[in-house]
């Protein structure tokens, strides 16, 4: 747009607009604080430069009191180019006013403009055989001079208002010639937005932060990026306040190393810490990945207390386990299991039940290897009640009269099947088919201790004088053919052939 828009508004708005606001008043306000400014800061001129002649010519005197007398003469030149400014800066607010004022003077008054809208409406109403048309023209040729004197009121003062704000020398200017620049790259920064060394401001990035939003060294302030932080969200060294991340951390949800705190995650955390630690997890305490519950340490576990992987349960330690208290293993399932497997009470390889140990055990109380019945020890046990056998090795006991066959049977296949008799007899054997006592393996006899054995033995090593105790007979030789001295021998041998 070339030239304002008053220019095409009707007198209607352009009057309204002059006439509703606060008028004159503000600028003349601030015309008057402007005047109050520039008198205090001659006054501070003349105060300051009083003070340091008096110090420099008195006892002050030295390097130091030069270096003193550059910095206090720059400021002193601040002040005085601040005095001059506030004091323009009073004299355009009060140009201002003053063209405010001539324009309100030239503008027509809003009800003037109304009346003659008014009296053409009403000639027009009455208009009858164009008896009214003079009147409306000369009324309608006013309205247009009202149009002209509000545009020409605004123009003026547009040009007035322009040309007092042009005189007005920036801050910025006078704040670069003392050295202390505001938005500016410098090295003594004091204002806003600042980016060098010394800042004290907002916004800055360099050098001894102090204020929001510093990135540096030396920070303060709050939201600080850099070194030697305190504030409200810095991240870097040396860190103290909220929402730092850094090392020697020190406040409320950091993340570093020597962090003293709650909310932390790092190196060397003392404090109350965050609800989990990990990723992935749901609940209160959890440690690892993907645990949901309370105090988890591990992956995938649901529970409480469970350590380890995709336990289920309470207390549980391995992995894909299911149950509470204690259990520990692989695919177990139940109460205090140990192994892989395990339901129950069982301490193994896929036992169920109650404190079965060992593998594959499916009763009470078994231990061992294919265990099915109860309180049974050692292997391939599938009877009730054996609770005195111990093993493959057999040791003769004394069943009691109602005990079923091979029911204190230990060793391997010690079943009902295997031991086809009924007697109550405690034959501890493997495979053993007599019913009186015999200990050894494949034993068809009675009392026979050996290994093998058929109805009888052969004397000789051992105790010859026990029947069945020398080496078994094979029957590969016939007892006929054999030399009669040699069977009295320790040792026989078969027929001499010439």
């Known amino acids: 747009m070339t030239s304002p828009h008053f220019a095409w508004l009707p007198p209607e708005i352009n009057s309204a607009l002059m006439f509703a606001g606060p008028g004159a008043g503000p600028l003349l306000s601030a015309a008057s604080a402007w005047g109050g400014l520039a008198e205090d800061l001659a006054s501070a001129v003349s105060s300051f430069s009083s003070v340091t002649q008096e110090l420099t010519s008195g006892s002050w005197q030295g390097a130091s009191a030069a270096a003193m007398m550059v910095v206090a003469t720059q400021y002193m030149s601040w002040l005085s180019a601040a005095a001059v400014q506030a004091e323009q800066a009073a004299a355009q607010a009060a140009a201002t006013a003053v063209a405010f004022e001539t324009a309100v003077a030239a503008t027509v008054q809003p009800a003037v403009v109304a009346a003659n809208r008014g009296l053409v409406q009403m000639l027009a109403s009455t208009n009858f055989f164009g ?193 509470f208290s204690g259990s520990m293993g692989y695919l177990g399932s139940g109460l205090q299991n140990a192994g892989l497997g395990g339901t129950g009470l069982e301490a193994g390889l896929a036992n169920s039940a109650h404190y079965a140990t060992g593998g594959l055990g499916t009763a009470a109380l078994s231990s061992g290897l294919l265990s099915s019945a109860l309180a049974n020890t050692g292997g391939l046990h599938t009877g009730l009640a054996g609770a005195l056998n111990s093993g493959l090795s057999s040791t003769p006991m004394v069943a009691p009269a109602s005990a079923p066959a091979a029911a204190v049977d230990s060793g391997a296949q010690g079943s009902v099947s295997a031991n086809p008799t009924s007697s109550p007899a405690a034959n501890a054997g493997l495979r053993t088919s007599a019913s009186t006592p015999v200990t050894g393996f494949v034993n068809p006899s009675t009392s026979d201790p050996g290994v093998r054995t058929t109805l009888g033995r052969e004397s000789g090593i051992g105790a010859p004088s026990l029947p069945n105790s020398g080496i078994p007979k094979s029957n590969f030789y016939p007892a006929a053919e054999r030399d009669t001295g040699d069977q009295s021998r320790v040792i026989q041998f078969p027929i001499r052939t010439e």
């Open 131 to 323: 008896m009214n048309w003079p009147a409306i023209m000369d009324t309608e040729s006013a309205y247009e001079q009202m149009w002209a004197l509000d545009v020409a009121a605004m123009a003026n003062y547009h040009f007035d208002a322009s040309a007092a704000a042009a005189q007005l020398a920036p801050w910025q200017q006078v704040l670069r010639n003392l050295g202390i620049d505001i938005g500016k790259n410098g090295t003594i920064n004091f204002g806003f937005g600042n980016t060098g060394s010394g800042n004290i401001g907002n916004n800055n990035a360099g050098n001894y932060n102090f204020g929001i939003g510093n990135s540096g060294s030396g920070n303060v302030g709050a939201g600080n990026s850099g070194s030697g932080n305190l504030g409200i969200g810095n991240t870097g060294n040396n860190n103290l306040g909220l929402g730092n991340f850094g090392s020697n951390n020190l406040g409320i949800g950091n993340t570093g190393s020597d962090v003293l705190g709650m909310g932390l995650t790092g190196d060397k955390q003392f404090g109350f810490g965050g609800f989990n630690s990990g990723s992935g997890n749901t609940g209160f305490g959890n440690s690892g990945t993907g645990n949901t519950g309370f105090f988890n340490s591990g992956n995938g576990n649901l529970g409480l207390g469970n350590s380890g992987s995709l336990n289920t349960g309470l207390g549980n330690s391995g992995s894909v386990n299911t149950g």
